[in-house]
């Protein structure tokens, strides 16, 4: 079954950092470009982020520039994005995604979401 799982989220004070990861099963990631989303409530989800099946490539939306990396290990089939200087505008629902090619409208895979929340 394939398998996109999140991790990572929680609660952590603004200006602080958290490390999200994308493990997946069933699928061989390092095959795939995987995308980081994320969805805020009452709005509509975005693209934060983007990495292509080499790791040769990257790609940051203007709101995760300069505070978030986005990495992946091949060889143990996850995808990560470390979040710095984290803003309460940060706080959503963050989705890792996974297609041919970084194109944030042509995702095939998702996984279901980890929380992450920004408040003292």
């Known amino acids: 079954q394939l398998q996109l799982v999140e991790s990572g989220g929680g609660l952590v004070q603004p200006g602080g950092s958290l490390r999200l990861s994308c493990a997946a099963s069933g699928l061989t990631l390092s095959y795939y470009a995987v995308a980081w989303f994320r969805q805020a409530p009452g709005k509509e989800r975005e693209a934060v982020s983007c990495?292509?099946?080499?790791?040769?490539?990257?790609n940051y939306e203007d709101s995760a520039k300069g505070r978030f990396t986005i990495s992946r290990d091949n060889a143990n089939n996850t995808v990560s994005l470390e979040m710095n200087s984290l803003k309460a505008e940060d706080a959503a629902v963050y989705y890792c995604?996974?297609?041919?090619?970084?194109?944030?409208?042509?995702?095939?895979?998702w996984g279901k979401g980890t929380l992450v929340t920004v408040s003292s």
């Open positions: 990495i292509t099946s080499s790791g040769g490539h990257t």
């Open positions: 995604a996974a297609a041919p090619y970084c194109l944030y409208d042509r995702m095939h895979y």
